[in-house]
Structures are given as C-alpha cells and as structure tokens.
C-alpha cells in the first residue's frame, strides 16, 4: 500500500511559537486528511485537503499533489494545541482500497506554557 | 452537527470472551469504517462498508466480524479475544466512497483485555 512518512516524530514548543508538521506520500491521492488526536485519544478532523492552501484560525495547510508532500502549520502555538498529528491519505480509486485511509506513525506535538 | 456516535466508550473484557461494538454514523453518511489503534500506534484499517454491504476489507483478524444495518449503523464483533486486542477501535463514516470524500472519526471505544 501507499507510504506516509511524518516528520517529525516528536516536536517540543514554548507557548506562542510556530511549526511546521511535514507529510511526505508515496503514491498520487485523492484524498489527504489531517487529524489531532488529543490525549483523550479523540480523532479530530483538521483539514481535508487533497490538494491546494487552506487555513482554519492559527492553523493552515498546504498540499502539493505533484511533488507528494503536505504541511501543516500551527502558528502561536497554545497548550490545548499538545496531542498527536495524523496526515492520513487515500490513493486513487482502484476497485479494493475505495476510501480506505493510510495512516502516518504522526507528530508528537508538546506545547509548554 | 450530528457526529459519529460510538458505544460504548470504554469496554473492558476477559481472555477468549466475546465484544460488539456499535457505530452510528453521521445522518445520510451511506459509507462506514472501521479502524484499531493499538497503544503507540498509527489508525490501521480493518473492513469497511457502502451501502450496507462490505466494499474493502483490511488487517482484520477472522475472529472479528463487521456488518452494517438497515439503519446504516454498524456493529464490530469481536470474538475469542485475546490480550494483543487490546485497543482503541474508531469507526468513521462518509458520505460516499474514494475521490471527494472526506471521513469523519467517532471519540473511539477503547478495549481492554485482560
């Protein structure tokens, strides 16, 4: 199946300061999520974004289809922003992985007050 | 808005018996998933659903069995449990299947086995 590679794995911030979370895919898609899983373990979706910028608040996202990367970036970061970082892709359409969606190991975000 | 709705939340279970979870997706969400987060580890899927009738299936161990309802609620059962089952278990739902379609994730149920 396709490979998603997150870097990096553990990423340690001073309240207030900005990041940069990258997800790097193996394969073309048709689907790229972002999630936050906080430490209740809840799944929250951050952005659907196959392709192109978009921005919710501090945070923003970009994904470059052609060149098989995503960024997510978290600015004045706050203690609430502390949990894991999912990147999570479908590849394309091909008959037995419809809408299945592959996972990266995450970012280990640790915001500090 | 109306999301996924997962119960219970928290299960916990002895060697070799046997756990059904239930996931009620979003209003009008035709497709269902479910994914088994072990502890330390990334979201791995294990079967999904469209329409009622299974559309992928993943790393699911035979002595796990899914199906979706009527109602397109779906229920994981889960039998001869052992201790490496132990973990959390999300269902998501989405409206449709491949290209443009985003999944939404239910708070999970978490399984012990003990």
């Known amino acids: 199946g396709i490979q998603v590679e997150q870097s990096p794995p553990d990423l340690i911030l001073q309240e207030g300061a900005n990041s940069t979370l990258r997800c790097n895919f193996s394969d073309s898609v048709n689907n790229l999520q972002w999630f936050h899983q906080n430490p209740w373990g809840q799944l929250i979706n951050l952005f659907y974004i196959p392709s192109g910028t978009k921005q919710n608040g501090r945070l923003s996202a970009t994904t470059v289809a052609t060149e098989r990367y995503s960024l997510l970036y978290i600015s004045s970061s706050q203690t609430t922003d502390s949990g894991v970082y999912f990147c999570a892709v479908s590849p394309p359409d091909r008959g037995s992985t419809l809408g299945r969606l592959y996972f990266g190991r995450g970012t280990q975000l640790t915001v500090w007050p | 808005a109306a999301g996924v709705i997962q119960s219970p939340r928290h299960l916990i279970k002895e060697k070799r018996e046997t756990a059904t979870l239930k996931c009620y997706p979003i209003?009008?969400?035709?497709?269902v998933y479910w994914y088994q987060q072990g502890p330390g580890q990334d979201p791995q899927f294990l079967i999904s659903?469209?329409?009622?009738?299974?559309?992928d299936k993943g790393s699911i161990p035979d002595r796990f069995s899914a199906q979706q309802f009527s109602d397109y609620h779906s229920e994981l059962n889960m039998s001869s449990l052992e201790l490496g089952d132990s973990a959390l278990y999300f269902c998501?739902?989405?409206?449709?299947?491949?290209?443009?379609?985003?999944?939404?994730f239910g708070q999970g149920t978490r399984l012990t086995v003990v």
């Open positions: 659903f469209y329409e009622k009738m299974q559309s």
């Open positions: 209003p009008r969400h035709d497709t």
């Open positions: 998501a739902s989405s409206l449709g299947q491949g290209a443009g379609t985003e999944a939404f």
